[in-house]
DNA sequence: TCGAAACAGTACCATTTTGGTCCTGTATCC
DNA sequence: GGATACAGGACCAAAATGGTACTGTTTCGA
């Protein structure tokens, strides 16, 4: 079905929680609440994110996440790759070379084309346009993407 | 990953070999062969692209697959849909209104319209053009879709 | 008319991935 | 020094995936 796991949805979810109290420390079980999530959960995801260096952790009392950027400067991308890894739709998208059909199928070249333009799509959705609820007002050029089928 | 299952990467290999070769009917074993891949595979595959309606299949001796239509009007959202279904990058991306969630998380939007953006993407790319193996020759003005990031 | 070739359909199994839970350790605040 | 809350593992159950096998059914050709 060509979809993404559904840890990478619920980081979406968590993520723009974070992202609608911009000044506030959130703990595990407040972000839990509101995103309607069991606890432990989304205390993996949060792991998972500040790896990526997409939220700040605080120990302690009154520790909890924080946004470590804008939300401006989170795009999809950056969520589905902290959760998933980098982005291709292949195997060999990413390791060529070691696909021993490689001579057979040449077809890996359209499937990097493919999973590069769909980066691109990843890459202009920002959080900010998420937590808005608004469908893609344009950011960058590349963003007239969408028309083709949408 | 966000990557397309592996059957489906091996549909494309099989459909560009089938392409290859406009005018004959292909045996499951030919086909097998030329895309260097088990033939119980393959077999499989070829069924579900007949459902599909992307090859036609004649049985008996000296039966075989065929495309159903020109390489030009088969693409790439075609099979991977074939294979995996409907294109959706979550599970609320096609079925709304049945996630519970749904109140709490409102990402749901922001992801339809990624989905819909990727599906054109898959759209915009033939079979002939993956047949050709170039990168990604203008077809549709919706293809300067790729810069993005590529 | 009969047998071989080749697709159709289905059922099955092993492996891997995914999603989710729990437990122990460590830092911070009061 | 104790309570709170994150860090980092290990771990397990369930589902999806990929691959295989077996049994029909159709068609051609001798």
Redo the contacts between chains.
Sequence with gaps: ????S?LT?YA??VM?CIAAHPAEVLSTAQIAD????ELPTVSKLLKMLGHAGLVESFRGVNGGYRLARPAEAIS?ADI?EAM????????C?LAQGQC??LS????S??????S??????????TLA???A????APV?S?TD??????
């Design positions: 079905m060509l979809r993404v559904r949805d979406t979810v723009t509101e995103a309607k999530l999809l589905v998933e890894g980098p982005i291709g739709l292949t195997e998208s021993e059909r057979a199928c040449g077809v070249g359209s499937w990097r084309t493919v590069g333009a769909i980066d691109g799509v990843l890459r202009a959705m346009q998420m937590l609820g608004r469908p893609m960058r590349a993407t969408a028309q083709a089928t949408a």
